[in-house]
């Protein structure tokens, strides 16, 4: 149990156009979903976090208006890269817990690539 | 705030030897302790993690971790290491355990060689 999903795994993109990647929770409710983003040999710099039916809390220094998050269900939840450019090139790995005191599990991440 | 320090970016350990991975944590109340590990493009997966009662905790894959108050150590360990152990290999703290302020350290890459 307790499996998180992500789609797509990978995505090329070319600057100036938006891209979604879905996060799904599997075979639980999440009531919390967190976005991280890791740059090459680094640790996870979390995003946001966001709870089912809220507006999501960004972390010092993330542009909430480049970086839209919605998590409209209680399975899913969405990041979608606005107006991307290079430096946005990353990996992003979104993580799932079901309540408060719950372990939070990982998605495989999705590596984006803006051209 | 809370933190985690992982003193080594690698490690390297032959095949059948044992292995640790430090980590040391940083938090002004009860820690809630956390070991990830992460294979090439892929998210993290979690290994274990410390609560409360025994300070020996043990996880998926042979490995276990043993929480230290004293020495605010939480290191990862494993008796006999294989190469299909090579990974990157998070530790993590949160301070309260329905906290959903989780800070991750640098990673430890472990390298186990045949």
């Known amino acids: 149990g307790a499996v998180v999903s992500q789609h797509p795994s990978w995505v090329i993109c070319k600057s100036g156009t938006s891209v979604k990647i879905e996060c799904r929770s599997l075979?639980?409710?999440?009531?919390?979903m967190f976005w991280y983003r890791q740059f090459p040999k680094q640790s996870l710099m979390l995003m946001a976090t966001?709870?089912?039916?809220?507006?999501?809390?960004?972390e010092q220094g993330v542009e909430k208006d480049k970086f839209l998050i919605n998590h409209a269900s209680l399975t899913l939840s969405t990041l979608t890269v606005t107006s991307a450019h290079p430096e946005d090139s990353s990996f992003y790995i979104c993580?799932?817990?079901?309540?408060?005191?719950?372990?939070?599990?990982f998605g495989p991440g999705t590596r984006l690539t803006v051209l | 705030a809370q933190s985690v320090a992982q003193p080594e970016d690698q490690v390297n350990v032959a095949e059948g030897n044992p292995l640790t991975v430090k980590c040391t944590y940083s938090?002004?109340?009860?820690?809630?302790l956390f070991w990830y590990v992460q294979y090439p493009n892929r998210g993290l997966q979690f290994l274990l993690k410390?609560?409360?009662?025994?300070?020996l905790v043990k996880g998926s894959y042979g490995f276990e971790a043993e929480f230290n108050k004293s020495q605010t150590s939480f290191h990862l360990k494993k008796p006999s290491a294989l190469v299909s152990d090579s990974a990157l290999y998070f530790c993590?703290?949160?301070?309260?355990?329905?906290?959903?302020?989780?800070?991750f350290g640098a990673g430890t890459r472990l390298t186990v060689k045949p």
């Open positions: 993580s799932a817990k079901r309540g408060s005191t719950d372990t939070q599990y």
């Open positions: 075979d639980f409710q999440a009531t919390t």
């Open positions: 966001s709870n089912e039916g809220s507006k999501a809390t960004y």
């Open positions: 938090v002004s109340g009860n820690p809630y």
């Open positions: 410390y609560i409360t009662g025994d300070n």
């Open positions: 993590a703290v949160r301070e309260g355990y329905d906290n959903n302020d989780m800070r």
